[in-house]
């Protein structure tokens, strides 16, 4: 089964900043990689999809890329609305998602 | 507007069964694959099931294959989640997904206890 691994477990940012993380795949995944948002007590939002590609309706401020087999998430400027917990997932083989990065405002 | 509305959920025993179901609208329900994903308490997202467009081909997780059983009725835009022989380990928030390549719908979720 593929692994994701994701990090950092969690981070604290200041407004403006800009906030990395990253999803480590166990093997070749090709752009079968999605990011999520999930804010407290609701369901997790699409970010990004096949690795590159901005979901509908999301904030420019989001970018992900990969170099081989390691995925990034970008926000380039932190806002307070961005708070949450984000989770990558693999759609290479079946479905894994990361264990979850929670994002808050220092 | 895409709406996914879960129900079904509550508290079983162990060991027993349980039925979910998930209600969608605003979209062509036949044309997708369809999912579920559960959340135990505090813990990361799980994918649990995904099912074919016309239900021919249903996918499990090693946890839920065997115990779990994912079906649709296109006619009625409904899915379900038909769960035996359930363990405390299901406890969880279990969502209805629409896959379209991505999981790029979700709906409110619909909590499940196994407790005695």
């Known amino acids: 089964d593929i692994q994701m691994t994701q990090s950092p477990a969690s981070l604290s940012a200041s407004l403006e900043e800009i906030v990395t993380i990253t999803c480590q795949a166990s093997?070749?995944?090709?752009?079968?990689l999605a990011w999520y948002q999930q804010k407290p007590g609701k369901s997790p939002q699409l970010l990004i999809h096949?690795?590159?590609s901005l979901a509908d309706g999301i904030p420019s401020r989001f970018s992900g890329s990969r170099s081989g087999t390691q995925y990034s998430l970008k926000i380039s400027r932190l806002q307070v609305e961005d708070t949450g917990i984000y989770y990558c997932l693999q759609r290479y083989s079946k479905n894994t998602f990361g264990a979850g990065t929670k994002l808050e405002l220092k | 507007e895409v709406q996914l509305v879960e129900s079904g959920g509550g508290l079983v025993q162990p060991g027993r069964s349980l039925k979910l179901s998930c209600a969608a609208s605003?979209?062509?329900?036949?044309?997708?694959?369809m999912a579920w994903v559960r959340q135990a308490p505090k813990k990361g997202l799980e994918w649990v099931a995904t099912?074919?467009?016309?239900?021919?081909?249903?996918y499990y997780p090693d946890s839920v294959k065997g115990r779990f059983t994912i079906s649709r009725d296109n006619a009625k835009s409904s899915l379900y989640l038909q769960m035996n022989s359930l363990k405390s380990e299901d406890t969880a928030t279990y969502y209805c997904a629409r896959d379209n390549n991505y999981f790029d719908y979700w709906g409110q979720g619909v909590m499940v206890t196994v407790s005695s």
């Open positions: 093997q070749d995944i090709g752009n079968w």
């Open positions: 099912i074919s467009t016309s239900g021919s081909r249903t």
């Open positions: 605003g979209f062509t329900f036949s044309n997708y694959y």
């Open positions: 096949s690795a590159t």
